[in-house]
């Protein structure tokens, strides 16, 4: 075949969708692998901001709802009488639902955690807490509340929880400002890796690239053909490590049920919730590991496209 028909050869080629990168090699495998992690990483990182993103939500719905009274001991005032009237006062105030005062055994069980069990508190001025229940559709006047309260039963104060809400939500906000700058760095990483084997494949393929580019193949159906391969490494990649992802999270939820009886898992379920992935999760994940792989064919477009304009 003379020079003629080789180009006429090679023309007819590119021309068609022919697989100009090797659809398995070790190569294509390790980029998988590293796709795989990083997706796992990202849908890891993703998922708990989401789940501490909803508990927090919980803690600060409950937290809203509820108001505390306090009733210091006074001299020369009996503190029962005190407390059972600021619990009448606090029932007929609009805005409240509900008002329960904490008896004295109560009171002092809740002071076991820091001074132990066993001590004789009726020498101690403890004070007597009455919980209020808040109406979600009739807003309470807290200060009109503080003043009657005040005028009646002196030694009183409310507790709103105020501080407690704020501080929940710079926490919440504090996770996933640290989650999202875990899944920027994986982003990176994942970028560099796949920047990397863009440009191990075209190493291995100069003298086809050459070729096709010196006969007038387009730069898009080279750089397409790229972008088709890596498109499927990291779709199946990413598919991989958000499989792996979600078996992690069930996995997650069944230890955290096992330890839900010990005061561990109960501290654990109040700060991550139950650890089930609700819808949000789940879209969350094939999102990710659907973006990666647009990414991964993206990525190495790009740079086999600049690649290539350097060649004209």
Excluded: C
Excluded at 24 to 42: D, E, K
């Amino acid at each position: 075949m003379n020079s003629s028909g080789i180009l006429k050869t090679l023309r007819r080629e590119s021309n068609r969708d022919t697989a100009l990168v090797p659809a398995a090699s070790i190569a294509g495998r390790a980029l998988v692998t590293v796709v795989a992690i990083m997706t796992f990483l990202a849908s890891l990182t993703a998922g708990a901001a989401i789940l501490i993103s909803d508990a927090s939500r919980g803690w600060q719905d409950e937290v809203a709802r509820e108001m505390t009274i306090q009733i210091r001991p006074t001299v020369g005032r009996d503190l029962e009488a005190d407390t059972a009237k600021a619990v009448e006062l606090a029932q007929r105030m609009p805005g409240i639902t509900a008002a329960r005062a904490y008896t004295k055994a109560q009171s002092e069980e809740l002071l076991q955690p820091w001074l132990g069990s066993g001590l004789d508190l009726s020498e101690l001025p403890v004070p007597r807490l009455i919980v209020v229940a808040l109406d979600q559709h009739e807003r309470l006047d807290i200060t009109v509340l503080r003043k009657a309260l005040a005028d009646v039963i002196p030694g009183t104060s409310i507790d709103d929880h105020r501080l407690w809400i704020e501080r929940l939500a710079v926490m919440a906000k504090t996770v996933v400002f640290v989650a999202a700058v875990i899944f920027v760095l994986v982003l990176v990483a994942m970028v560099m890796a796949v920047a990397f084997a863009t440009q191990g494949a075209m190493a291995g393929n100069r003298e086809i690239i050459g070729i096709l580019h010196f006969v007038g193949a387009a730069d898009n159906y080279i750089s397409r053909q790229f972008q088709r391969h890596f498109f499927r490494l990291g779709l199946r990649g990413g598919a991989i490590g958000g499989v792996l992802a979600i078996i992690a999270f069930l996995l997650s939820g069944t230890v955290a049920a096992w330890l839900r009886a010990t005061p561990g898992g109960d501290q654990m379920e109040v700060m991550f919730g139950d650890f089930s992935l609700g819808p949000n999760i789940y879209a969350a994940i094939a999102l990710i590991a659907a973006g990666i792989a647009i990414v991964t064919g993206f990525v190495s477009r790009v740079i086999v496209y600049r690649h290539l304009r350097g060649l004209s």
